[in-house]
């Protein structure tokens, strides 16, 4: 019973690197979710997708973009890494509005 | 944006002790969820509420949502060691379709 899977758990990058954290959902979720979990700021939505094909911003949206091309999958992307981007990542799913949310367990990510 | 007061920011009790924890809103929700993070780990569920006034328990843990909904709180009755971690209330306001807000956590901490 997986839930949500996110790939990789770590990383470490410099700045100017670019890269993709990979989300997936087993539980046939309409909605998802990427948070950034930051010290004293608790989790923050970064971008959301309703269905597939569709994605939005959320409340920090700016050096991240998105992609859901299939239902399962929601991916992050950073263009171009930048220390202010070390975080944790936390990608969730839920199966509509009003709904809890399910969290995967995470994408450590240093940028030096 | 909206902001979930939570508190206390972090407790130290000892093994057996009951645990009380709350979080606050300006604002209308219709919906207030529990979470619990341990470690290295993601927001696990653990108790939902969609109705002013309900009550739910699951096992040593009960959450009201407040007959405002503006607040909720947690409680855990006979602490043990492993209930250590961060709690975190969530919400959805009233008039919104997809957005849980997200308390700050409590980090309780339990000695043995």
């Known amino acids: 019973n997986a839930g949500v899977t996110q790939t990789p758990k770590f990383r470490v990058l410099k700045t100017g690197q670019s890269m993709t954290l990979l989300c997936a959902q087993d539980m046939n979720h309409e909605y998802m979710y990427w948070y950034r979990q930051d010290p004293g700021m608790g989790l923050r939505l970064i971008h959301y997708?309703?269905?597939?094909?569709?994605?939005a911003k959320g409340e920090v949206p700016d050096g991240y973009n998105v992609s859901r091309l299939k239902k399962q999958n929601f991916l992050l992307g950073l263009e171009s890494a930048a220390p202010s981007q070390t975080s944790v990542y936390f990608c969730?799913?839920?199966?509509?509005?009003?709904?809890?949310?399910?969290f995967g367990d995470g994408t450590r990510l240093s940028i030096l | 944006g909206q902001q979930l007061n939570q508190s206390p920011q972090s407790m130290f009790i000892q093994e057996g002790e009951d645990v009380s924890m709350n979080c606050t809103s300006s604002?209308?929700?219709?919906?207030w969820l529990w979470y619990k993070q341990d470690p290295g780990e993601g927001p696990v569920l653990l108790i939902a509420l969609y109705k002013a006034g309900e009550l739910t328990s699951n096992g040593r843990l009960t959450a009201q949502f407040g007959i405002t909904r503006k607040d909720s709180f947690l409680n855990i009755s006979a602490s043990i060691p492993s209930d250590v971690g961060i709690y975190f209330c969530a919400g959805q306001e009233e008039g919104s379709n997809y957005k849980l807000t997200f308390g700050k956590g409590t980090l309780l901490t339990v000695n043995p």
């Open positions: 604002s209308i929700f219709n919906t």
């Open positions: 969730a799913s839920s199966s509509t509005t009003g709904k809890p949310q399910h």
């Open positions: 997708s309703v269905g597939e094909g569709t994605t």
